[in-house]
Nanobody, 115 residues
Framework: QVQLVESGGGLVQAGGSLRLSCAAS????????MGWYRQAPGMLRELVAT???????DFADSVKGRFTISRGNARNTVYLQMNGLRPEDTAVYYC?????????WGQGTLVTVSS
């Protein structure tokens, strides 16, 4: 019933910035933890950043200091501000929601960083 929809991906040059957005629909309650994962071609899906309703955040070491995650004013929205992008950041980025009983994933938005 709950669905996640991402947006904001695109093609940028190294050093550029992008802001990803995710909105969860169909939920009558605040989702405890939301965030972003990414998957590059031929690679495993990996954590990028997560945030809880209490504001606790977790970041991959590779993005610390460059990316920030925040929750929006609307219920169950989350953003990923990506600065200082590098070619190795190229991947499909998936919005993530932890409902405790199950995990939900968005369809993904492609981020491509050229050198």
């Amino acid at each position: 019933q709950v669905q996640l929809v991402e947006s904001g991906g695109g093609l940028v040059q190294a050093g550029g910035s992008l802001r990803l957005s995710c909105a969860a629909s169909g939920s009558d309650y605040s989702i405890w933890q939301m965030g972003w994962y990414r998957q590059a071609p031929g690679m495993l899906r990996e954590l990028v950043a997560t945030i809880t309703t209490g504001g606790r955040t977790d970041f991959a070491d590779s993005v610390k200091g460059r990316f920030t995650i925040s929750r929006g004013n609307a219920r169950n929205t989350v953003y990923l501000q990506m600065n200082g992008l590098r070619p190795e950041d190229t991947a499909v980025y998936y919005c993530y929601a932890n409902l405790a009983s199950r995990e939900l994933w968005g369809q993904g938005t492609l981020v491509t960083v050229s050198s």
